[in-house]
């Protein structure tokens, strides 16, 4: 340490301590799509996640072009936008030229999330689309990428019975970062050159690990069968078989076995070099189906270990579910292609809920959303009479990062109070206003009908029976 | 996961005392470690640092024994416009304030210009002065100054940069102080204030179009027929010397400042043809050896060269006050040139000849008898229409001069305005 630590003249220790010292590296870009190769690709299509700082300046420096850089970045481009974001590429090229570019996009949707105030949780497998438990990234039990080393290789004094239950709720399936790659998302190239590069070179490790292994199933089979035999000898009196007292025949013998044995020898393998767990042999392992994320599953976008809490109305008070947010519908569900509809909530693209639920209305045409069954407008046709195209009020449950660093946000079926309420926050509707008006109005004293008469006391409490009068055909 | 160590990393720094104000103060004069500001030390980085505390003192630009290295004053004053007239001098909006809080002034036109003194390693820093050119593109001459390669672009050794400012500023002093002619040129866009401000403090003279080429080296084509007066040591314009301005040549400056010398490679070489001394900023892709003084800095981020303009604009102002207080108390920092101390000698031998003339022509009229009895005219008459008025008073003080074996002070100036 205090060979690396000395005195460095007064300009290092400034410049060291700069801004632009201070600037990390940026990260890699998102993995490309390889079926994207051959489709329409868009050039300036936001990434899937930032890969470089974004910079700000205060405004009289903006109006200077000076953001801090070798030289003033140019007025024509950087100061139209509302906020001052920009990314710097090269703060000098060979062209002499600052390479930038705007970076509201990312900038502006990390704000835009976390105003929905969204935990991450850990993905939850596909069959459990309806209401599943969500556990959050952060959670002791998940946020953890190095297991003790115990566990992770094998140990010459480990039983078989505690290999074989390895894939029934092992711990180490839990975890979200592997040495080793996931073979289920790998092209057939790159599986070569993993094989190529990485797996060949270790094939005398491997037999060494497959000998300890042997090794410590032999010295549990001695084991059993001493202490059937003789109760009272103890097990750390019987001397253990070590690896080299496996010899060549026994571990062919062995690896003959394993061939035979696909599950277990997938299980060796991917133990040996820690791969990211498989859908068939770990599927309590939450990224065994898509794979595991390329970052930490919370991507850094939100630390919120939960959403549970309470919203409280000025007037209605607290509130059920948390507030609606405005969503775009981007793709309508009968479009160019018959595909299910996409939704933008706060700059990141949604599907809708996989299971019965409102989105689900297929009725083409739909007049409109009260009324008519709640379809919602635009969600099955475009509608060129929309201006600023098809809105929608919708309920955001979680989000988690998948293998690609695209951020899936997954959605509620809608409520439609809750959207009444927040709308009237925003000034869309005037519920409370009008029903204040209604009351305040001399009623008209009805007649009571005859039915009415004879349907009992039973009233369940509602909005009308607070004088708050109709809320779009719900009782608020 | 970036919380939790947030400690581990920036908690020495965070928690360390802040620098005491001594070692700032000692920071703004010398240029030597203190070894005090303690970082771990990258070697590699650390092997690019040649910071030799002993030569970044710079030598003075004064003989010792006080003469200036440039060439003393050598041209009479053009008559164009006041100093620093320009573009940049128009009346701008009055910056608006917001209350209980300093504004925050882009530094292209700064409100307070910081001299020589106020020249600090934050203060460069803080000005972009330590932002080289992309890596690729350097000029292997400018290792010396380069402290090592951060985000692709070279980094400028903030001490070589406040070392070699305070020695041009020196420069500049000294010039000013010796009655030199300067000029600040700065011909990118954006520059026009940065020398107009640095020309009005140092009183020189400031170019921000293109520079002519041929102005110095083919002076008699491209500048023929500009005005030119001389002065005294009060900077006060003295008659009598039309005669010799008449075939006078065009001034060429005393010092020239450059602050983008990339585009103005053909005014660097006119000027050392003519032995002009110049003062540039390098870049890390400038070639060095292209001007006398050069100031390793960032030359593309006006701010840094509004520093760099106004600290070398101070200096110039400084040695103009101490140039006319010393004139104040007779002292005269300039000889008077070659040229006009002959014109001047001429002019005494024909005054003499003139006055002897006259006065055998007076004592002829006497010994006539004086007829009309009125006061010579003739030969002596004619012979005096060559002296105005001015000269003849010139003519006392450089008897009084040569008594006390002292040359008179005449001083020429040039102004070049576009």
């Known amino acids: 340490m205090a060979s690396t630590q000395r005195a460095v003249s007064p300009g290092a220790a400034l410049l060291r301590s700069s801004r632009l010292f201070s600037m990390p590296a940026p990260i890699a870009p998102p993995p490309g799509d390889m079926s994207q190769a051959t489709k329409h690709k868009s050039e300036t299509a936001t990434a899937a996640f930032p890969t470089h700082l974004t910079v700000t300046t205060p405004s009289t420096s903006r109006l200077v072009g000076d953001w801090g850089f070798k030289r003033p970045l140019p007025l024509k481009t950087t100061t139209k936008s509302t906020f001052p974001l920009v990314r710097v590429k090269k703060v000098d090229s060979i062209e002499h030229v600052t390479d930038f570019q705007s970076a509201s996009d990312h900038t502006i949707t990390l704000e835009k999330f976390r105003e929905m105030n969204l935990s991450f949780s850990v993905p939850t497998s596909k069959d459990r689309q ?45 975890r979200w970062k592997f040495r080793g790659p996931w073979l289920a998302g790998m092209t057939d190239g790159e599986f070569d050159r993993y094989i190529a590069k990485s797996v060949r070179a270790r094939r005398s490790e491997f037999r060494q690990f497959l000998r300890e292994r042997l090794a410590a199933e032999k010295t549990a089979d001695r084991n059993s069968s001493v202490s059937e035999q003789d109760a009272s000898t103890p097990t750390n009196a019987i001397p253990s078989v070590t690896a080299d007292e496996i010899t060549e025949e026994e571990l062919l013998e062995y690896t003959r076995r394993l061939r035979g044995d696909r599950h277990e020898l997938f299980n060796l393998v991917s133990r040996f070099l820690d791969l990211a767990p498989s859908y068939d042999l770990y599927r309590d392992s939450p990224y065994a189906s898509e794979g595991p994320p390329i970052t930490h599953p919370s991507a850094g976008l939100s630390y919120l270990r939960t959403q549970a809490f309470m919203e409280n109305h000025p007037i209605y008070g607290p509130q059920k579910s948390h507030a609606s947010v405005k969503a775009r519908i981007v793709t309508p569900r009968f479009g160019i292609t018959n595909q299910n509809p996409k939704i933008g909530v706060g700059g990141f693209i949604a599907n809708i809920p996989s299971h019965e639920t409102t989105f689900s209305n297929k009725r083409r045409h739909a007049l409109s959303a009260v009324g008519n069954n709640n379809s919602i407008t635009g969600l099955n046709d475009f509608d060129p009479s929309l201006s600023g195209g098809a809105k929608v009020y919708v309920q955001v449950q979680t989000a988690n990062v998948d293998a690609t660093g695209k951020i899936q946000i997954r959605l509620l079926d809608n409520d439609l109070e809750t959207d009444v309420v927040q709308k009237e926050l925003v000034g869309e509707c005037d519920t409370f206003g009008g029903a204040v008006k209604e009351a305040a109005q001399p009623k008209l004293r009805s007649q009571p009908t005859g039915d009415r008469r004879y349907m009992g006391k039973r009233t369940s409490g509602s909005a009308s029976n607070y004088g708050l009068g109709n809320l779009g055909g719900r009782d608020l | 996961m970036i919380i939790r160590e947030f400690g581990v990393r920036q908690g020495r720094k965070a928690l360390a005392a802040p620098l005491r104000r001594g070692q700032q103060c000692l920071r703004a004069l010398s240029t030597e470690t203190s070894g005090t500001p303690v970082a771990t030390a990258d070697p590699a980085v650390e092997a690019t640092l040649q910071t030799n505390p002993g030569e970044s003192h710079s030598p003075l630009p004064l003989r010792p024994d006080g003469q200036a290295h440039p060439a003393p004053a050598r041209g009479p004053r053009h008559h164009q416009g006041r100093l620093g007239d320009g573009p940049a001098d128009a009346a701008q909006p009055a910056q608006r304030r917001r209350p209980g809080r300093a504004p925050l002034q882009p530094l292209r036109r700064l409100p307070q210009p910081p001299g020589p003194k106020d020249v600090t390693l934050e203060l460069l820093m803080a000005s972009q002065a330590h932002m080289g050119h992309h890596a690729s593109v350097w000029n292997p001459a400018n290792a010396r100054y380069i402290y090592g390669i951060r985000q692709g672009i070279h980094i400028i050794s903030l001490e070589q940069t406040a070392a070699h400012l305070r020695r041009a500023a020196r420069v500049v002093e000294e010039v000013a102080y010796h009655g030199g002619l300067i000029l600040f040129v700065g011909t990118r866009p954006g520059q026009t204030q940065i020398v107009t401000q640095a020309a009005r403090l140092a009183k020189a003279c400031h170019l921000f179009t293109k520079w002519t080429p041929g102005t110095i080296t083919n002076s008699d084509k491209i500048l023929p027929g500009i005005p030119v007066e001389i002065v005294n040591e009060h900077d ?49 892709n400038t070639e060095p050896t292209w001007m006398t003084y050069a100031i390793p800095a960032n030359d593309d981020s006006l701010r840094c060269l509004a520093v760099i303009g106004s600290v070398l604009g101070r200096a110039g102002e400084a040695g103009q006050k101490r140039r006319m207080e010393d004139a104040k108390n007779g002292k005269v920092t300039w000889d008077t040139p070659s040229e006009i101390k002959q014109f001047m000698e001429i002019q005494q031998k024909r005054a003499r000849w003139a006055k002897r003339a006259a006065d055998e022509e007076a004592a002829a009229s006497d010994t006539s008898g004086g007829l009309d009895g009125k006061p010579s005219g003739g030969g002596a008459t004619k012979d005096s229409e060559v002296f105005d008025e001015s000269m003849q008073e010139l003519q006392m003080e450089v008897d009084a001069a040569n008594a006390d074996d002292v040359s008179p002070q005449l001083r020429k100036m040039a102004r070049r305005t576009d």
């Open chain 2, 236 to 284: 006060q314009p003295i008659g009598g010397f039309n005669q010799h301005l008449m075939d006078r040549r065009a001034l060429v400056p005393d010092l020239v400042v450059c602050l983008n010398p990339l585009e103005n490679f053909t005014m660097l070489r006119e000027c050392s043809q003519a032995n002009v001394p110049t003062i540039g900023i390098v870049d890390t």
């Open chain 1, 130 to 174: 309806g209401n599943p438990t969500l556990i959050s990234v952060f959670e002791e039990s998940r946020d953890f990428t190095t297991p003790a080393p115990s566990k992770l290789l094998a140990t010459p004094n480990g039983s078989a019975s505690a290999w074989a239950t390895k894939d029934d709720g092992d711990p180490l399936s839990l």
